[in-house]
């Protein structure tokens, strides 16, 4: 892991595209803007957990019964 100090204002590079840039500091929150392609996905670390949770659990439905399940709902009157 590397460690930074910046102050409000100073930015760090990742790479030559993304620039996150430190904008505010209250008490224990730092709020940071990060400026990068619209082809890059930023998400906040917890919601990103979840979402790769929720990835690999989709990945183990099976189609087959995924299909036979939604067959059989649409023959239930």
Known sequence: MLILSRKIGESLMIGKDIEIVVTEVNGDKVRLGIIAPKNVEIYRKELY???????????KVDSNNLLEFINSLKHTD
Do not use: F, G, V
Request: proline share 0%; glycine share 0%.
């Open 49 to 59: 957990l979840t979402i790769e949770s929720n990835r690999q659990a989709a990945d």
